[in-house]
């Protein structure tokens, strides 16, 4: 699949995205009350994804996936450093939403442009077969990934069953049962409280995602 028309047709694909104006022109609801700036790295060979939310402000002002204090513990808790993090023929970065969606009433990041996946998803990862462990950061990543490799997750599912019992849910594809599907949660520093009261995440899964990471990066 690594072929010449397959590399071009990513590339074609996303330019499509980069120029994407859907959420200001034909939105489905208020429109974004921004310019539109996708941001996403993706390419044919990474085999790792990070399957993220959507960018925050500073991503937005950037243009540079995961370049914040976020990304800052995102990659500490995928033992990578920032050289690696952005070596988009490793790494792929994929949010739900490829535009910063604004803030809501409380001050706190909307979801996802819902017309974000209606549009583009389905499209960027079937030409995207080669990817081996995916880190479904958040609900709406983990709700499409587990449903788009035929594991849909039960309505209901809590964040914390879905982030301890990841195999439970059908996360440890690997090879013909197609990839490593690992939940979690949002590295935002709004989570510290969750972290917490979860001491069973750093102790136990943490050093799981970091072996995961560095077998499919091959590292
Ligand atoms: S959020 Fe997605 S659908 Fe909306 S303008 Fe940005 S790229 Fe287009």
New binding site residues.
């Given amino acids: 699949m690594t072929d010449r028309s397959s590399i071009s047709e990513l590339a074609a694909l996303a330019d499509r995205?980069?120029a994407?104006?859907?959420?200001?022109e034909s939105?489905r609801g208020p429109a974004?009350p921004h310019q539109?700036?996708?941001v996403l790295r993706a390419s044919m060979t990474a085999r790792l994804l990070v399957a993220s939310q959507?960018p925050g402000t500073k991503v937005h002002a950037t243009g540079l996936s995961f370049n914040d204090a976020s990304g800052d513990r995102l990659r500490q808790w995928m033992g990578l450093t920032r050289d690696v993090f952005y070596d988009e023929s490793r790494v792929a970065i994929i949010p739900m939403?490829?535009?910063f969606?604004g803030h809501g009433a409380a001050k706190s990041d909307l979801p996802?442009?819902r017309?974000?996946r209606?549009?583009?998803h389905d499209d960027l990862f079937r030409l995207l077969p080669q990817l081996d462990c995916i880190l479904a950061i958040g609900r709406y990543a983990q709700d499409y990934h587990f449903a788009r490799l035929g594991r849909p997750l039960p309505k209901g599912a809590r964040l914390d069953d879905v982030v301890r019992r990841w195999k439970d849910f059908g996360g440890q594809g690997s090879g013909e049962q197609g990839p490593r599907l690992i939940a979690l949660p949002h590295p935002s520093w709004r989570n510290s409280g969750w972290i917490k009261r979860n001491p069973w995440f750093e102790a136990d899964v943490l050093p799981m995602v970091r072996a995961e990471v560095a077998r499919a990066i091959g590292g």
């Fill in positions: 995205i980069r994407c104006r859907l959420c200001v939105p974004l539109p700036r996708p959507a939403g490829f535009c969606p996802p442009r017309e974000c209606e549009t583009w």
